[in-house]
């Protein structure tokens, strides 16, 4: 794994950190690049928001916050994706 992502996702957990909140969460969403729709599911799959937010255990949340991370170094948009992580705010993450 390339430093960089691992660099990104030990500074997701920092601080307690889990993920962005549902808003900033469905932002970073948007910006990744190739996403594809297959029947009810996309890849990569949804930020866990709205009704599964309340569903899904932090276990969860982490595991599919480096989903979308892997992805965003996959289709070599990882900087822009980077950048958008950094300047969240602590406001704007979900602790535990």
């Known amino acids: 794994m390339e430093s960089k992502l691992k660099e990104l996702l030990s500074f997701c957990s920092e601080n ?52 979308h991370l892997r992805w965003a170094y996959e289709h070599e948009i990882f900087d822009k994706v980077d950048a958008f992580i950094r300047r969240l705010s602590e406001e704007q993450w979900y602790h535990f």
């Open 16 to 67: 307690n950190r889990v993920c962005p909140h549902p808003l900033e969460w469905e932002a970073l969403w948007s910006i990744l690049c190739d996403r594809k729709r297959k029947g009810m599911h996309w890849k990569p799959h949804r930020p866990l928001i709205l009704s599964e937010w309340w569903q899904s255990s932090i276990k969860d949340k982490r595991r599919r916050l480096k989903e």
